[in-house]
């Protein structure tokens, strides 16, 4: 029996649609800035839930319908009582799909013990927010690409291949660019079931399989470092080439198949094919077979991977000694920054009374609030803040 379902995903969708402010004191604060602002919030809130309501009439309890119907479900005019239930009921819905994700993340990890260790480690990470790049079928085997730019995982590319196909299920056809939201692993009597619900455009789909393999490369660290900063589109071919790891292996993962590389040093050049750019365009021979691509909607250094992990940001990682944790913490200089935080992280105990010292001398603004929050909650929950820290930092710890 599945865990995730289009069903369920939908419900917990349509149960955050319309959301509500919580409490007296932030109708209050909002009411205020509105009214600063000149904002006319009660009318634009009438319209959120208008522009909600065909949604909301199929999945809220009879008992919220009147409210949606006369307009004050997300208005201060709604009971404190009734707004109070709607929380309550938002909440139980939320938890019910949380349990969903974790008896699939369960199913998930039973059944992958039972493949590869290159399928297990896929699924140490995440496949959410990736999307789908290449289907090809041949007879009962599936093979399936998978881009996980924009998602969770260390892993760039993916190529699982479904073999002995027994069933497959899907009430949207597999197709390019279909975006991975929730997926579930099990183990069957006969082999193997994977199910994926995607959200654009918004389907299931569910395969039974004899047995699952799967590939995987990731970005050079290069291409990491340019795209965080924005400067990936200005970067030449040559000159991104230039700083890519040469004792390395390439591959090229093109619209229409995976390429090992020969060189990468200045110009690119393929094991077995060639290639050729000019100004307009790419064009590939492999065998008999020629591809023709528009540099302007592909960039080839898009299509380059590898087959190690490097961590673009190792440096992030290196320890500061402890004599020179607060000075580092506390200046200017971005890197030690984060190496001196990163340092106290990984030894909370160890570091305690530096870490209550650099926390006492901290000041909170709204560029490090996020930041703070995360490792004092960390260091509180390691047990090693002193009384006057956990009373300055009340505020991220409830």
């Avoid at 013990?113 to 995440?126: A, G, N, R, T, W």
């Avoid at 926390?359 to 603004?365: C, N, P, Q, R, S």
Wanted: contains cysteine.
């Amino acid at each position: 029996m599945w865990s995730i379902s289009k069903e369920a995903k939908e419900k917990f969708s349509r149960c955050s649609i319309l959301p509500i402010r919580e409490t007296d004191e932030e109708w209050e604060i909002s009411l205020r800035e509105a009214k600063e602002e000149g904002q006319d919030l009660l009318s634009e809130l009438i319209e959120e839930l208008e522009e909600a309501q065909e949604e909301l009439l199929r999945v809220l309890p009879n008992r919220f319908i009147p409210y949606v119907e006369n307009k004050t479900l997300n208005q201060p005019s709604l009971p404190q009582s009734m707004r109070e239930d709607y929380l309550k009921w938002v909440r139980e819905v939320e938890q019910e799909f949380e349990q969903i994700l974790n008896a699939a993340y369960e199913h998930t990890k039973e059944a992958v013990s039972f493949l590869s260790p290159q399928v297990q480690e896929i699924f140490d990470e995440s496949l959410h927010d990736s999307t789908i790049d290449r289907i090809e079928r041949d007879g009962d085997t599936l093979h399936l690409y998978i881009d996980t730019e924009g998602g969770f995982s260390t892993k760039s590319y993916l190529h699982f291949t479904f073999e002995g196909i027994q069933s497959e299920e899907t009430d949207e056809p597999l197709q390019i660019g279909h975006w991975i939201v929730y997926d579930e692993l099990q183990k069957t009597k006969d082999g193997f079931a994977f199910r994926i619900l995607f959200e654009v455009p918004e389907s299931e789909w569910t395969i039974a399989m004899k047995s699952l393999e799967a590939e995987y490369y990731y970005r050079p660290s290069a291409y990491t470092k340019l795209r965080d900063e924005d400067q990936l589109d200005e970067t030449s071919l040559e000159d991104y080439l230039k700083l890519l790891n040469h004792d390395l292996r390439y591959w090229m993962m093109t619209p229409d198949g995976i390429y090992p590389m020969k060189d990468v040093t200045e110009n690119i050049s393929l094991v077995d094919g060639e290639i050729e750019i000019d100004s307009k365009r790419i064009v590939l021979t492999i065998g008999t077979r020629q591809f023709t691509y528009d540099l302007e909607d592909h960039n080839p250094i898009k299509w380059i991977h590898t087959d190690v992990y490097e961590d673009p940001y190792a440096q992030f990682n290196e320890p500061i000694p402890a004599e020179d944790l607060e000075t580092a913490a506390l200046g200017d200089e971005l890197e030690l920054q984060v190496r001196a935080w990163n340092t106290m992280y990984s030894n909370p105990e160890e570091l305690a009374t530096i870490i209550n010292h650099v926390l006492a001398k901290l000041e909170v603004t709204d560029e490090n609030e996020m930041m703070v929050s995360v490792y004092t909650s960390h260091f509180y929950e390691n047990g090693i803040l002193t009384e006057a820290m956990i009373e300055k930092y009340r505020a991220f710890l409830d």
